[in-house]
Nanobody, 123 residues
Framework: QVQLEESGGGLVQAGGSLRLSCAAS????????MGWFRQVPGEERTFVAG????????AYADSVRGRFIISRDSAKNTVDLQMNTLSPEDTAVYYC????????????????WGQGTQVTVSS
């Protein structure tokens, strides 16, 4: 089992930045691909960014590419999402997820989820 806990959400003005962090409670963190998803009420949870267990492969949703950066620290068992140039359209609950696969970008390929953290961007 993998337990994930997100932190770093909050309220920010448009154009600002936030950094989300996810702590994983698992000894074999290096064997999991990690990702971030987001969900707006009434809509499906969608992929934001993902990273392979080696860190060699990264993927981003078109809507965030060039603004968001995913990174992981295997020594600390954490995965971060640096979010820059935020807009009101980025307002959502952000979820950290872990996959048993080497690399994954689809929601159905992620097996463990955090509780989520709210990000609100004001205009």
């Amino acid at each position: 089992q993998v337990q994930l806990e997100e932190s770093g959400g909050g309220l920010v003005q448009a154009g600002g930045s936030l950094r989300l962090s996810c702590a994983a409670s698992v000894r074999t963190f290096k064997r999991y691909a990690m990702g971030w998803f987001r969900q707006v009420p009434g809509e499906e949870r969608t992929f934001v960014a993902g990273m392979s267990w080696s860190g060699a492969n990264k993927a981003y949703a078109d809507s965030v590419r060039g603004r968001f950066i995913i990174s992981r620290d295997s020594a600390k068992n954490t995965v971060d999402l640096q979010m820059n140039t935020l807009s009101p359209e980025d307002t959502a609950v952000y979820y950290c997820a872990a996959s048993r696969l080497e690399y994954a970008t689809s929601r159905e390929n992620y097996h463990f989820w955090g509780q989520g953290t709210q990000v609100t961007v004001s205009s």
